[in-house]
């Protein structure tokens, strides 16, 4: 029996020791995704059904024959992780084995492509854990804008021009679409507050019916910062409100981290090669975004 | 799951939800679109009714249908859905990946016109399109050979020889919503033919691997190999699977291309579908008239019976083709008509493309008549057209 068994609250001690994402795969130095997965998987353990649409992931954690992976593994197109797993948990749950199915996409895959059959998957609520590593563009195929990029960003489709200074919308609160759906759970989570990370997945994990887990994912290449950074800025995210960590359960919000100092977006900005065109208005521009965002998720000015 | 012998009256439709449900299939991710509902609808029943315990999705998509079947195939259970046309289409970037991955998932596609203009009759432009996917493509002419069709489709799919989806055509309302009587088996019959699906992977915790994962051009081609070696495999599988269902069931489909009056005739009709029942009867018409007409009824479409159909052609009594299609492959004439021009190369033998049908327009048996008094012009050597419009506006035949 093993601490997870014995019902200890999980956390960093007691962590286990298992390793179902394993060394040796080619993430860029200084990518949160293994990071991200790794710590979950040491929780979901080895009863578990991944699944990859097309991502980073797929290609640093399972280039054929080379395989991170310790457990069940599939992979089938992009737009699909939703169906994908809810066919897999269905076929599993039939058969009568207790499994957990896992869906890993990315913020391309979950905001943009692969939006509706998450949609359909959340809505029919399939016991199912459904994770969004959120890296804000298309990182996997070179750094394009997606519906999660953040307001000012330069990708490589929204460059830094003469004209315009990178993406000219805002980042779309997907979070806030998944509560809509009145899930059993959704959870935002960040890599810098690993503790509220791993009690997330200990507590998804137990749960039945659809889950949703969003964690911002720094991506030193495609944000261009130094690869050292990626847990301060991970940190700097939420502390600056551009990225907010909560609990909801049938979409009522049970559990939300508030900084304990706010600081200016700018603060987090700085350092990120994305933003470095940012005139002194688009950084305000974002500031009022997430002044905005703070307000509906606490319900006060910041 | 106890369900007795019984004789139904049923539309192609039912046909094809009831053959799943003698099937056993344990999973079915499906989503609605005219001329298929009556499959979802009839599915959901059993459901609801307790009849199956089967997984029934009801996604919001036919890609996600196509998906959540590949995923369940994938973990080692018998998936079925069903589609026609749009939804065909829309799913088209899924049925290489269940091809790929070796999956015997079995998908009724009720044919039907794909836009523009949108039309919900009968076209084979939706399955047609399909041909690389690498899923065995079936077609068929009544009702009770869209429920044995079914059972066959698994067995044949399922076989380790072969391993790939298989799907077949049925057509929109001529068969999907008429009613014939069929024949259905009870289930203890069709579990003797057809035993539970025992995958050879899936994914298992307790032996972990990666299914379909990213793969560098070191590997692919074998796999393209493979696939493609376990279509020429599904020949010698669907004879052998035809045959054991007539020793079974005592109906008999005869492999995978089905003759009429062949043995003397000096113009021949090959056919997809429900016409070829109207092909019969102006068959016999024909014969009771001195003409040494005959018909040919392909049953399968991928594999394509290559030899079979250049076996009709050694026998030398046949001296002009006709190739009847229900689309068109523009500039070029019908798919089927390319298909048997490509087996009988080297032959030096008329072959006449008929198209007909198109966008569900009924062919009856004037049209056919017209292509057998066309064969007979070009056997006499008194008109030479390769492709030929039927009963088309402004168009001479």
Redesign the interface.
């Known amino acids: 029996m093993d601490k997870y068994e014995r019902g200890e609250r999980m956390n960093l001690k007691n962590l286990p020791d298992d390793e179902y994402f394993t060394p040796g795969h080619t993430a860029c130095p200084g990518c949160a995704a293994p990071i991200i997965v790794r710590n979950m998987m040491k929780i979901l353990g080895?009863?578990?059904?991944i699944?990859t649409p097309a991502n980073c992931l797929?290609?640093f954690g399972?280039?054929?024959?080379y395989?991170a992976?310790?457990?069940?593994?599939?992979?089938?197109?992009f737009?699909?992780t939703?169906?994908?797993?809810?066919?897999?948990?269905?076929?599993?749950?039939?058969?009568g084995k207790k499994?957990t199915v896992v869906g890993i996409a990315g913020d391309g895959g979950t905001y943009d492509i692969g939006i509706?059959?998450l949609?359909?998957a959340a809505?029919?609520n399939?016991d199912v854990i459904y994770v969004c590593y959120d890296n804000e563009a298309y990182m996997n195929t070179g750094i394009q804008r997606s519906g999660s990029t953040p307001y000012g960003a330069e990708t490589t489709t929204t460059p830094a021009g003469k004209k315009i200074l990178g993406k000219l919308r805002h980042k779309k609160d997907m979070a806030e679409i998944m509560r809509a759906h009145d899930i059993p759970y959704v959870a935002t989570a960040s890599i810098s507050h690993i503790a509220d990370f791993l009690k997330k997945v200990e507590k998804m994990k137990n749960i039945e019916g659809f889950r949703y887990f969003h964690v911002l994912s720094p991506c030193p290449t495609g944000w261009r910062y130094d690869p050292s950074k990626t847990v301060e800025i991970a940190r700097k995210a939420v502390d600056s409100g551009m990225w907010t960590l909560y609990e909801a359960e049938y979409g009522e919000i049970t559990n939300i981290y508030k900084p304990k100092k706010k600081i200016p977006v700018e603060e987090y900005i700085r350092g990120q090669g994305r933003f470095r065109h940012m005139t002194p208005e688009m950084i305000e521009e974002l500031q009022r975004w997430v002044d905005r965002k703070w307000e509906r998720l606490y319900g006060e000015k910041p | 799951m106890n369900l007795k012998a019984r004789k139904m009256v049923a539309t192609g439709d039912h046909a094809a939800a009831y053959g799943a449900l003698l099937a056993n299939v344990?999973?079915v991710?499906a989503y609605p679109i005219t001329p298929q509902t009556l499959i979802v609808e009839d599915f959901a029943t059993f459901v609801d009714d307790g009849i199956t315990?089967?997984?029934f999705?009801?996604?919001?998509?036919e890609?996600?249908?196509m998906?959540?079947?590949?995923?369940?195939?994938?973990?080692?259970?018998r998936?079925f859905t069903a589609t026609s046309s749009q939804g065909l289409a829309l799913m088209h970037?899924?049925l290489p990946?269940a091809s790929g991955l070796h999956l015997p998932i079995v998908m009724p596609v009720v044919n039907r016109t794909v836009a523009a203009p949108i039309g919900i009759w009968c076209e084979y432009n939706d399955i047609m399109p399909q041909r690389d996917s690498g899923w065995i493509i079936g077609f068929i002419e009544d009702n009770q050979e869209v429920l044995d069709m079914v059972l066959m489709g698994y067995k044949i799919a399922e076989h380790h020889d072969v391993l790939l989806p298989f799907m077949f055509g049925l057509d929109a309302f001529i068969l999907s919503h008429t009613v014939e009587p069929v024949e259905a088996p009870s289930s203890d019959e069709v579990m003797k033919f057809l035993p539970s699906y025992k995958p050879i992977a899936s994914?298992?915790?307790d032996?972990?691997?990666?299914?379909?994962?990213?793969?560098?051009p070191e590997?692919i081609q074998e796999e393209r190999y493979q696939t493609d070696k376990c279509m020429r495999n599904a020949k010698r599988i669907i004879k052998n699977v035809t045959k054991e269902f007539a020793d079974v069931f005592g109906r008999n489909y005869h492999g995978l291309i089905e003759e009429y009056k062949t043995d003397d005739a000096d113009v021949i009709l090959i056919t997809l579908g429900t016409v070829t029942g109207t092909a019969r009867d102006v068959v016999d018409e024909l014969r009771g008239r001195g003409i040494k007409a005959g018909l040919v009824k392909l049953r399968f479409f991928r594999p394509f019976p290559v030899e079979e159909v250049r076996m009709l052609i050694e026998r030398e009594n046949i001296k002009a083709i006709g190739v009847y299609d229900r689309s068109v492959s523009y500039g070029v004439g019908g798919p089927l008509y390319i298909e048997v021009k490509n087996s009988l190369y080297g032959y030096d033998l008329p072959i006449i493309n008929f198209l007909a049908g198109i966008g569900g327009r009924d062919v009856v048996k004037g049209d056919v008549e017209k292509m057998y008094k066309i064969l007979q012009d070009v056997k006499d050597g008194k008109t030479r057209k390769d492709i030929v419009w039927i009963n088309t506006r402004g168009v001479k035949e």
Request: a negative charge.
């Open positions: 080895k009863d578990t059904v699944y797929l290609v399972g280039t054929y024959p395989i992976w310790k457990v069940p593994y599939f992979h089938e197109a737009e699909n939703g169906s994908s797993i809810s066919g897999a948990a269905r076929a599993l749950k039939k058969q499994v509706q059959a949609s359909g809505e029919r399939e | 344990d999973v991710a315990d089967a997984e999705i009801m996604v919001e998509s890609h996600s249908a998906s959540a079947c590949i995923g369940a195939a994938a973990a080692g259970s998936t970037e899924m990946i994914l298992d915790p032996k972990p691997m990666a299914i379909g994962t990213f793969t560098p590997y």
